[in-house]
């Protein structure tokens, strides 16, 4: 059975910095693509960041590019999402979920995490 299980979310100032975890069990992280979605108050779903599967290629939200970091460990089975220079609009509860390969369409990932939480507030 696949679980991805978020954590690293939290209340975190205006500017400051949190790292995500996804850690999975029942499938390798580097056998799949991995990404993180967000759904802030108000808006639906949206994709912030993708890892590919080995060799890893990177994709970022236009707007979050400059900001975010998503990286993977093999050894821990786990992808993160680095966040720094965070802002209200951040706000919101962040997802991880794996699929054959990166995509923006959430109906192609088969498998979710409950999400975590992250707070941007002074």
């Known amino acids: 059975q696949v679980q991805l299980m978020e954590s690293g979310g939290g209340l975190v100032q205006p500017g400051g910095s949190l790292r995500l975890s996804c850690a999975a069990s029942?499938?390798?992280?580097?056998?799949?693509?991995v990404a993180w979605f967000r759904q802030v108050l108000g808006r639906e779903r949206e994709g912030v960041s993708c890892?590919?599967?080995?060799?890893?290629?990177?994709h970022y939200a236009e707007s979050l590019k400059d900001r975010f970091t998503i990286s993977r460990d093999n050894d821990k089975n786990t992808v993160y999402l680095e966040m720094k220079s965070l802002k209200f609009e951040d706000t919101g509860v962040y997802y991880c979920a794996a699929a054959e390969q990166c995509s923006m369409y959430l109906s192609s990932y088969d498998h979710w995490g409950q999400g975590t939480q992250v707070t941007v507030s002074s």
């Open positions: 890892i590919t599967r080995t060799p890893g290629n990177t």
């Open positions: 029942g499938i390798g992280l580097d056998y799949v693509a």
